[in-house]
Protein backbone atom coordinates (compact mmCIF):
# COMPACT_ATOMS: atom_id res chain seq x y z
CA UNK A 1 0.00 0.00 0.00
CA UNK A 2 1.57 3.48 -0.96
CA UNK A 3 1.78 5.57 2.15
CA UNK A 4 1.61 9.13 2.20
CA UNK A 5 4.72 9.88 3.81
CA UNK A 6 7.89 10.65 3.09
CA UNK A 7 8.52 14.69 2.63
CA UNK A 8 9.69 17.31 5.36
CA UNK A 9 8.06 21.26 5.73
CA UNK A 10 9.53 22.60 8.48
CA UNK A 11 11.19 20.13 9.96
CA UNK A 12 7.84 17.68 10.12
CA UNK A 13 6.85 15.08 7.80
CA UNK A 14 3.85 15.15 6.07
CA UNK A 15 0.90 13.50 6.42
CA UNK A 16 -2.61 12.59 5.06
CA UNK A 17 -5.40 12.55 7.10
CA UNK A 18 -8.88 11.65 6.73
CA UNK A 19 -12.43 12.28 8.43
CA UNK A 20 -15.03 9.54 7.95
CA UNK A 21 -18.38 9.00 9.18
CA UNK A 22 -22.25 8.87 7.88
CA UNK A 23 -24.21 11.47 7.00
CA UNK A 24 -24.91 14.14 10.10
CA UNK A 25 -21.62 12.71 12.27
CA UNK A 26 -19.82 16.55 12.27
CA UNK A 27 -16.66 15.97 9.88
CA UNK A 28 -16.98 19.47 8.18
CA UNK A 29 -17.27 20.84 11.52
CA UNK A 30 -14.08 19.35 13.04
CA UNK A 31 -11.89 20.00 9.80
CA UNK A 32 -11.16 23.28 10.60
CA UNK A 33 -10.88 22.53 14.33
CA UNK A 34 -7.97 20.12 13.13
CA UNK A 35 -6.15 23.01 10.59
CA UNK A 36 -5.95 24.87 13.74
CA UNK A 37 -4.49 22.65 16.09
CA UNK A 38 -2.21 21.10 13.72
CA UNK A 39 -1.06 24.99 12.43
CA UNK A 40 -0.61 25.44 16.24
CA UNK A 41 2.15 22.67 15.78
CA UNK A 42 3.29 23.99 12.97
CA UNK A 43 2.21 22.10 10.15
CA UNK A 44 0.83 23.53 6.72
CA UNK A 45 -2.67 22.30 6.10
CA UNK A 46 -4.55 22.09 3.11
CA UNK A 47 -8.18 20.85 3.62
CA UNK A 48 -10.44 18.87 0.51
CA UNK A 49 -12.96 16.71 0.15
CA UNK A 50 -14.76 13.78 -1.72
CA UNK A 51 -16.49 14.14 -4.25
CA UNK A 52 -15.78 17.08 -5.28
CA UNK A 53 -12.29 18.33 -4.46
CA UNK A 54 -11.50 19.34 -7.79
CA UNK A 55 -12.95 21.53 -10.26
CA UNK A 56 -13.61 18.32 -12.51
CA UNK A 57 -14.36 16.42 -9.26
CA UNK A 58 -17.19 19.33 -8.49
CA UNK A 59 -19.14 18.23 -11.69
CA UNK A 60 -19.11 14.55 -10.93
CA UNK A 61 -20.40 15.74 -7.09
CA UNK A 62 -23.24 17.18 -8.78
CA UNK A 63 -24.22 14.10 -10.59
CA UNK A 64 -23.54 11.88 -7.60
CA UNK A 65 -25.56 13.55 -5.05
CA UNK A 66 -28.67 14.82 -6.71
CA UNK A 67 -31.30 13.26 -5.54
CA UNK A 68 -33.05 13.41 -9.13
CA UNK A 69 -30.51 10.96 -9.91
CA UNK A 70 -32.39 7.87 -7.39
CA UNK A 71 -32.29 5.70 -10.28
CA UNK A 72 -28.26 5.52 -10.89
CA UNK A 73 -26.79 1.99 -10.75
CA UNK A 74 -24.42 1.06 -8.18
CA UNK A 75 -21.60 -0.48 -10.54
CA UNK A 76 -22.44 3.57 -12.15
CA UNK A 77 -21.69 5.10 -8.63
CA UNK A 78 -18.97 3.71 -8.08
CA UNK A 79 -17.19 4.34 -10.77
CA UNK A 80 -17.77 7.81 -10.56
CA UNK A 81 -16.50 8.13 -7.45
CA UNK A 82 -13.68 6.32 -8.24
CA UNK A 83 -13.12 8.69 -11.11
CA UNK A 84 -13.35 11.65 -9.21
CA UNK A 85 -10.66 10.33 -6.49
CA UNK A 86 -8.36 9.68 -9.73
CA UNK A 87 -8.61 13.38 -10.68
CA UNK A 88 -8.32 14.23 -6.64
CA UNK A 89 -5.10 12.36 -6.41
CA UNK A 90 -3.30 12.95 -8.92
CA UNK A 91 -4.10 17.31 -9.07
CA UNK A 92 -4.28 17.68 -5.65
CA UNK A 93 -3.37 14.97 -3.22
CA UNK A 94 0.09 14.43 -4.36
CA UNK A 95 1.06 17.32 -5.40
CA UNK A 96 0.26 18.32 -1.87
CA UNK A 97 2.23 16.56 -0.07
CA UNK A 98 4.89 16.16 -2.58
CA UNK A 99 5.33 19.62 -1.77
CA UNK A 100 5.92 18.32 1.98
CA UNK A 101 2.15 19.88 2.89
CA UNK A 102 -0.39 17.67 5.58
CA UNK A 103 -3.56 17.07 4.07
CA UNK A 104 -6.89 16.66 5.53
CA UNK A 105 -9.75 14.94 3.35
CA UNK A 106 -13.48 14.90 4.26
CA UNK A 107 -13.96 11.11 2.62
CA UNK A 108 -11.71 8.75 1.01
CA UNK A 109 -11.57 5.28 0.04
CA UNK A 110 -13.08 4.41 3.51
CA UNK A 111 -16.47 5.97 2.48
CA UNK A 112 -16.53 3.91 -1.03
CA UNK A 113 -16.10 0.50 0.60
CA UNK A 114 -18.53 1.10 3.04
CA UNK A 115 -20.90 2.65 1.14
CA UNK A 116 -20.34 1.09 -2.58
CA UNK A 117 -19.39 -2.19 -0.87
CA UNK A 118 -21.12 -2.84 2.44
CA UNK A 119 -24.04 -0.93 1.96
CA UNK A 120 -25.00 -1.20 -2.06
CA UNK A 121 -23.66 -4.59 -1.80
CA UNK A 122 -20.87 -4.71 -4.05
CA UNK A 123 -17.81 -6.49 -3.95
CA UNK A 124 -15.45 -5.46 -1.82
CA UNK A 125 -12.31 -7.31 -3.38
CA UNK A 126 -13.37 -5.66 -6.65
CA UNK A 127 -13.32 -2.63 -5.00
CA UNK A 128 -10.08 -2.34 -3.20
CA UNK A 129 -8.23 -3.62 -6.62
CA UNK A 130 -9.92 -1.08 -8.64
CA UNK A 131 -7.69 1.43 -5.95
CA UNK A 132 -4.96 -0.51 -6.40
CA UNK A 133 -5.14 -0.26 -10.70
CA UNK A 134 -6.23 3.26 -10.27
CA UNK A 135 -6.08 5.15 -7.87
CA UNK A 136 -2.20 4.58 -6.87
CA UNK A 137 -3.44 2.54 -3.74
CA UNK A 138 -2.87 5.47 -1.82
CA UNK A 139 -3.53 5.20 1.55
CA UNK A 140 -4.21 7.93 4.61
CA UNK A 141 -1.73 7.82 7.62
CA UNK A 142 -4.44 8.79 10.26
CA UNK A 143 -8.38 8.17 9.76
CA UNK A 144 -10.89 9.60 12.09
CA UNK A 145 -13.93 7.74 12.13
CA UNK A 146 -16.74 10.11 13.78
CA UNK A 147 -19.28 7.46 15.44
CA UNK A 148 -23.16 7.72 16.42
CA UNK A 149 -26.06 6.64 15.58
CA UNK A 150 -27.80 6.94 12.43
CA UNK A 151 -30.85 8.12 13.95
CA UNK A 152 -29.16 11.11 15.41
CA UNK A 153 -26.76 11.47 12.20
CA UNK A 154 -29.92 11.54 9.92
CA UNK A 155 -31.74 14.20 12.13
CA UNK A 156 -28.67 16.10 12.34
CA UNK A 157 -28.29 16.37 8.41
CA UNK A 158 -31.77 17.47 7.89
CA UNK A 159 -32.06 19.84 10.29
CA UNK A 160 -28.72 21.75 8.87
CA UNK A 161 -30.79 20.98 5.20
CA UNK A 162 -34.13 22.53 6.52
CA UNK A 163 -32.27 25.53 8.39
CA UNK A 164 -30.30 26.13 4.93
CA UNK A 165 -27.22 25.29 6.06
CA UNK A 166 -26.49 21.95 3.64
CA UNK A 167 -27.65 22.42 0.32
CA UNK A 168 -30.70 20.40 -0.47
CA UNK A 169 -29.32 19.77 -4.21
CA UNK A 170 -27.04 17.22 -2.58
CA UNK A 171 -29.41 14.83 -0.44
CA UNK A 172 -29.27 11.75 -2.61
CA UNK A 173 -28.23 9.61 0.35
CA UNK A 174 -30.19 11.33 2.94
CA UNK A 175 -32.78 9.96 1.42
CA UNK A 176 -31.99 6.19 1.65
CA UNK A 177 -33.60 4.07 4.29
CA UNK A 178 -32.42 3.94 7.39
CA UNK A 179 -31.52 0.46 7.16
CA UNK A 180 -29.41 1.59 4.49
CA UNK A 181 -26.89 4.16 6.95
CA UNK A 182 -26.96 1.11 9.93
CA UNK A 183 -25.11 -1.06 7.28
CA UNK A 184 -22.70 2.25 6.34
CA UNK A 185 -21.83 2.81 10.48
CA UNK A 186 -21.23 -1.00 10.70
CA UNK A 187 -19.43 -1.36 7.76
CA UNK A 188 -17.24 1.64 9.32
CA UNK A 189 -16.87 -0.11 12.62
CA UNK A 190 -15.43 -3.36 10.95
CA UNK A 191 -13.11 -1.95 8.86
CA UNK A 192 -11.47 0.16 12.10
CA UNK A 193 -11.92 -2.91 13.56
CA UNK A 194 -9.74 -4.57 10.85
CA UNK A 195 -6.79 -1.66 10.80
CA UNK A 196 -6.98 -0.11 14.29
CA UNK A 197 -3.59 1.40 13.48
CA UNK A 198 -4.89 3.39 11.03
CA UNK A 199 -8.58 4.40 12.92
CA UNK A 200 -9.83 6.13 15.53
CA UNK A 201 -13.04 5.93 16.71
CA UNK A 202 -14.32 9.36 17.90
CA UNK A 203 -18.10 9.75 19.91
CA UNK A 204 -19.64 12.07 17.01
CA UNK A 205 -22.92 12.15 19.10
CA UNK A 206 -21.36 14.13 22.48
CA UNK A 207 -21.83 18.52 21.85
CA UNK A 208 -18.98 20.16 19.35
CA UNK A 209 -16.64 21.34 22.07
CA UNK A 210 -16.46 17.58 23.52
CA UNK A 211 -16.14 16.35 20.15
CA UNK A 212 -13.06 19.00 19.87
CA UNK A 213 -10.97 17.98 23.02
CA UNK A 214 -11.25 14.30 21.99
CA UNK A 215 -9.82 14.80 18.92
CA UNK A 216 -7.37 17.13 19.62
CA UNK A 217 -6.06 14.30 22.27
CA UNK A 218 -6.27 11.40 19.43
CA UNK A 219 -4.08 14.00 17.10
CA UNK A 220 -1.36 14.68 20.18
CA UNK A 221 -0.73 10.69 20.61
CA UNK A 222 -0.87 10.15 17.11
CA UNK A 223 2.12 12.76 16.49
CA UNK A 224 3.50 11.38 19.87
CA UNK A 225 3.73 8.17 18.43
CA UNK A 226 4.81 9.27 15.02
CA UNK A 227 7.35 11.56 15.84
CA UNK A 228 8.64 11.52 19.01
CA UNK A 229 7.25 13.49 22.18
CA UNK A 230 10.14 16.20 20.98
CA UNK A 231 8.76 16.80 17.35
CA UNK A 232 4.97 17.35 18.05
Not at 48 to 72: F, H, K, V, W, Y
Not at 142 to 161: K, M, N, S
Amino acid sequence: MARATGNRNNGHTDMFITLEGIEGAGKTTQLKNIVAILEVKGYECVTSREPGGTAIGAQIRRILLDPQNSAMDAGTELLLYMADRVQHIRSFIKPHLSAGRTVLCDRFFDATLVYQGYARGLDKELIRTLHRLVCDDLQPDLTLLFDLAPEVGLARAWLQINNGGRTGLETRFEQEQLVFHRKVRDGYLDLANREPARFRIIDAGRDEASVTRAVEKVLLSFLNERNGPNQL
